[in-house]
């Protein structure tokens, strides 16, 4: 009842998976990947536990391959599931059951796996494989292309309700699982979920930049941290909180220009100001009411 996407990007190693199905919540299904392991995706009547199993054999040294089949064989269902995993060398494996709903199929490439079952036309996995091969971009990007592809080509039957995107890093000794999730985005209940999970990969975007130029700013590269902050203000301009974090790094530098920003802040929500007032208690701000007022400044 949906139809998705596993891929690993050559260049860096990132694995990935999305998805897009009329069913709620899709996101805490189907998507499963643990950095320098692999990635799997488990629909169709969904059996969610190939998800953890399918790492935990990749992790021990399976391939993809042989993982999918050492589940499938011990599964009394497997004529209702569709799965699909790639591992952290760009195997791929993928297994459509003969009692999945139709249109019912998967396409395997170099390190991707697209699979959708209930859609209205048998051409959407062709439709996926062939997008995601011809966008340029990084791993969420091909993976968005080949999610709308597959919406293009009528996708599910039934319309659309949720979309998921999870990616991972290429290392698996990089750090916790959690600071190797780099992009982890859910749309649970939405009429067009697609379109909101490419506003939040943008939005995700621009917040990475931001942090990472507030991050630079407080280690003392003013300018450096400058530069990443407008980059998350060109991807969100209308965000208030990006503008708020970046309008501190300003005030260094453009006093006016980061009144400017802290009165559009202060517009749309006036306890931006007594949130400044706060800051340098918590180190995040010079202990300086005198620049403090100025910036709030009508």
């Known amino acids: 009842m949906t139809y998705s996407i596993v891929a690993r990007d050559p260049a860096t ?6 998805v897009q199905s009329h069913y709620f919540c899709v ?15 488990t629909q169709a009547m969904s059996e969610t536990s190939y998800g953890p199993l399918g790492l935990e054999l990749m992790r021990g040294g399976k391939t993809a391959p042989e993982a999918l089949r050492t589940l499938v064989a011990g599964d009394a269902g497997e004529s209702i599931r569709q799965v699909a995993m790639v591992d952290a060398q760009g195997g791929v494996a993928a297994h459509t059951g003969a009692r999945c709903i139709a249109e019912a199929g998967h396409r395997t490439g170099d390190g991707v796996s697209v699979q959708a079952n209930m859609m209205e036309r048998a051409t959407v996995p062709d439709a996926m494989l062939a997008a995601y091969g011809t966008t340029t971009g990084d791993l969420a990007d091909r993976m968005l292309a080949a999610l709308d592809a597959a919406e293009a080509e009528g996708g599910d039957i039934r319309g659309r309700q949720s979309a998921a995107m999870l990616v991972v890093g290429g290392k698996s000794d990089a750090g916790p699982w959690w600071s190797t999730r780099t992009l982890e985005l859910r749309v649970e209940d939405h009429p067009a979920p697609l379109v909101e999970l490419r506003r939040l990969v943008t939005l995700r975007r621009a917040y990475d930049a931001s942090d990472r130029g507030f991050e630079m700013f407080r280690a003392g590269d003013v300018d450096g ?3 990443e902050m407008e980059i998350g203000r060109r991807l969100a301009p ?5 503008a708020f974090w970046m309008a501190l790094a300003l005030a260094r530098k453009d006093l006016a220009a980061a009144r400017a920003l802290l009165a559009d802040c202060r517009a749309s929500e006036p306890r931006w100001a007594e949130l400044l007032r706060r800051l340098p208690a918590a180190g995040l701000f010079p202990e300086n009411a005198t620049l403090i007022e100025q910036l709030l400044q009508e």
Do not use: Q
């Open 13 to 18: 190693g990132a694995l990935g998976v999305a």
């Open 27 to 41: 996101g805490s299904a189907v998507p499963w990947a643990e950095a320098g392991v692999g990635a799997v995706a």
């Open 225 to 227: 941290g400058i530069a």
């Open 238 to 242: 209308d965000n208030t909180e990006i």
